[in-house]
């Protein structure tokens, strides 16, 4: 059984940055791919970024290219989201995710993963 731990998140101002961490206690080698999730109170989650485990491509959210960066270390079996210029639009429950099944489809489609953690709160303040 996958287990993912996030840490990482807290409360901060506006404008500044926070680095996210998804512990896996398998090996991520063994996923096609990782994600990061977000879920605003009354809100759908959605797709916030992507990485190809063998190619480390990556893809993000329109609403946070340019300001977040996903990378995966796979020597520590673990994902990250470094998050800069944070908004308070970013106020939300981050999940990562992990595809170990290969299924194939959209990044930003939830059912695409079968492995998820619990999640980390991120809160912003304008």
């Known amino acids: 059984q996958v287990q993912l731990v996030e840490s990482g998140g807290g409360s901060v101002q506006a404008g500044e940055s926070l680095t996210l961490s998804c512990a896996s206690t398998t090996s991520t080698s063994r996923s096609y791919s990782m994600a990061w999730f977000r879920q605003a109170p009354g809100k759908e989650r959605e797709g916030v970024a992507h990485?190809?485990?063998?190619?480390?491509?990556?893809d993000y959210a329109d609403s946070v290219k340019g300001r977040f960066t996903i990378s995966l270390d796979n020597a520590k079996n673990t994902l990250y989201l470094q998050m800069n210029s944070l908004k308070f639009e970013d106020t939300a429950m981050y999940y990562c995710?992990?595809?170990?099944?290969?299924?194939?489809?959209?990044?930003?489609?939830?059912?695409?993963?079968?492995?998820w953690g619990q999640g980390t709160q991120v809160t912003v303040s304008s």
């Open positions: 995710a992990a595809d170990f099944a290969g299924r194939g489809g959209p990044w930003s489609e939830r059912w695409l993963y079968n492995s």
């Open positions: 990485i190809l485990t063998d190619a480390g491509t990556t």
